[in-house]
């Protein structure tokens, strides 16, 4: 904690400067109540009255608060209470449509957050600015490591049943699916890509939230058969203490991680974004911070945040 505040002060000093330079601008700050590092341009500050309605993802609630906190020059807590991240990430694109929110970091858009956006005539800017992977999870009492993407396919096709066709116990899978218009099912939607092939789980096994998933597959009765999948950075970052009963598997023999995930040898990954509405001006204070968001600066800050980006080519 005490790297990431670190790097957040620095983040904070160089930030005036930076921006400044490229608007070919400076200002003094004398005679303002804003802090420096809310200076945005040479003639925008922004405040809590003016700024951007934000939402998103949970998985985005860290990097949604660090932006907040750095822009404005508040703290975390603050910031905390300026931004929504809460609802499906559905939910969340269907709210920047209907105008409740002017800007999202998010996880991919579901179909029919996509078909939303398309019925409404309204178009909307999406610009990744970091990766994160689908993870597949079980009991830390269950022998089997790593799973085959063909592996993970036949179980959710409802066609292998049992731990010990696995490599593990002679003992039934309890599969865990998640509500279909959450992120985590997108992101599993669109990387094991079962369709139709897809098995309606049986009662109680599909969870509404992806806290509800990991306590299912850590902590609930029978829980050492149960298998699960949510997003990596929710997991490790934000919902740790799971791991003290529960374990990450390997993917075709590949372990995630930061590096892993960022250079792609981790087979589950996909980007998430900053998305505002095409419409948005140009002055408008939603699009002056999706475009610093979208600078390297934001990188730098989604990388304090420990979130995993794609390593650019050297």
Not at 283 to 309: F, H, K, M, T
């Amino acid at each position: 904690m005490k790297l990431k505040k670190l790097i957040s002060l620095i983040l904070v000093a160089v930030f005036t400067l930076s921006l400044a330079a490229c608007s070919g601008k400076t200002e003094s700050g004398e005679g303002s109540s804003q802090p420096e590092n809310a200076n945005m341009s040479g003639n925008f500050t922004f405040t809590p009255d003016n700024y951007p309605r934000m939402g998103g993802s949970l998985a985005n609630l860290p990097l949604g608060e660090a932006v907040t906190a750095t822009v404005l020059g508040v703290t975390r807590e603050e910031a905390d209470e300026l931004i929504t991240f809460e609802g499906s990430t559905t939910d969340n694109y269907k709210a920047i449509i209907d105008g409740e929110f002017d800007i999202l970091l998010a996880y991919e858009p579901s179909e029919e957050a996509k078909k939303y956006v398309e019925d409404s005539g309204e178009e909307l800017e999406m610009t990744p600015i970091g990766i994160d992977a689908l993870v597949f999870i079980c009991s830390k009492d269950n022998p089997v490591k790593s799973l085959s993407v063909d592996q993970i396919k036949s179980v959710y096709k409802g066609e292998t049943t049992n731990w010990k066709d696995l490599g593990g116990n002679d003992a039934d899978i309890i599969a865990y699916q998640r509500n279909t218009d959450s992120g985590s099912q997108t992101l599993f939607d669109k990387l094991i890509n079962l369709g139709d092939e897809l098995m309606d789980p049986p009662e109680g096994q599909r969870v509404g939230s992806m806290i509800g998933l990991l306590e299912a597959v850590a902590e609930y009765d029978n829980s050492e058969n149960a298998l699960g999948y949510t997003v990596y950075y929710y997991l490790t970052n934000m919902e740790s203490d799971k791991l003290n009963t529960a374990k990450i598997l390997a993917v075709d023999g590949v372990d995630p991680s930061n590096e892993t995930i960022g250079n792609g040898s981790y087979p589950l990954t996909n980007d998430f974004y900053v998305v505002i509405r095409s419409s948005a001006a140009s002055d408008s204070p939603e699009r002056i911070l999706y475009n610093w968001i979208c600078s390297e600066r934001g990188r730098q800050l989604v990388l304090a945040e420990n979130y995993p980006v794609r390593l650019l080519e050297k």
